[in-house]
């Protein structure tokens, strides 16, 4: 009776230690999945927070209307048409310039504002961006920084001359007579949620070499009038 009931022990023991080890595993599974549907949920929120809060950015905010110096639904260029680059070297800023200040466009990369000067003519140049992408460096930009604006067959070299704010639709600072210069704008404030008040504007004007080569483009172009 001894030896048999001897026997049974280590039967039962392995039996209690399989079924401590199914219960051990068990558990740790369902931990593991219920940590699993917490972190999933709350990147669900994060990752669906940031979309919809880029996605009602994009939809409230117009950052810039085109000039009026161009009749409605006329067009220099075809929109989101690549047209140059943009630099800012201390800022490590490199962009393409596409056509266009839309949605869309603005979406993809900065855009050149329609109505205002092309890269390479001596008008004032219009770019605009968002501020929670493209421009987001652009509010540690300072006086003095340089800018580098390339066109296909040129590049012409700019100094930021000021920074400043104005109201949504007092944007004067896009007219022809303030040019040659590049005139960059987003909105502000950049952590401000949903429909920005403010236009954050940079004035850069163009370094002597720019100054010179663009006013014998305008010359040159009057020439051949």
Known sequence: M??????????????????????????ASLLAWLTFVVLDSQFAQWSGGNQ?????????????????????????HRKGAVLGRFEVPRLHLSYVVLAGTDARTLDRSIGHVEGTADIGEPGNIGIAGHRNTHFRKLEWIRRDDEIKLSSPNAEF??????????????????????????????CFPFEYVGSAPLRFVVRALPDEDTRSRLQASLHSGLTAR
Do not use: C
């Not at 001894?2 to 399989?18: G, N, Q, Y």
């Not at 919809?52 to 220099?76: D, F, M, N």
């Not at 004067?172 to 007579?177: A, F, I, K």
């Open 52 to 76: 919809y809060l880029a996605a009602e950015q994009t939809a409230k905010e117009t950052i810039v209307e085109p000039s009026p110096r161009l009749p409605p639904g006329k067009t220099r």
């Open 157 to 186: 070299r700019y100094r930021v001359e000021w920074v400043r704010l104005f109201n949504q639709g007092d944007l004067e600072v896009l007219d022809p007579s303030h040019g040659p210069a590049l005139t960059l704008v987003t």
């Open 2 to 27: 001894k030896a048999s009931s001897t026997r049974r022990r280590p039967k039962l023991v392995r039996i209690l230690v399989a079924l401590r080890r199914v219960t051990l595993l068990a558990g």
